[in-house]
């Protein structure tokens, strides 16, 4: 049964642990003396992830401030062709 090969309370582990399994991929040696697990892929991704999430809101809201600029220009450039 898959359930008694999952790590408890160790969930970088058990993800690593099921993406080999579902990739059909060697699973990591087990080492009984381990207390915390070195930096996984998992994490590195998660980390790598937060940093994309994070660029990806500056420049949604750098994209905001530039149509917004934009929308005023074109209002200041209505007015200044109605005074033409």
Sequence with gaps: ??????????PEAA???LRAWIADEPWGAYDAECEAPPATAA???????DADADA?????AEL????ADI??????AVRVRAEL
């Design 71 to 76: 929308a005023k220009l074109e209002a200041q």
């Design 1 to 10: 049964m898959l359930r008694a090969c999952v790590p408890q309370f160790k």
């Design 43 to 49: 994490a590195r991704r998660t980390r790598s992830g």
């Design 64 to 67: 905001a401030q530039l149509e």
């Design 56 to 60: 990806r809101a500056k420049k949604r």
């Design 15 to 17: 993800y690593e642990l």
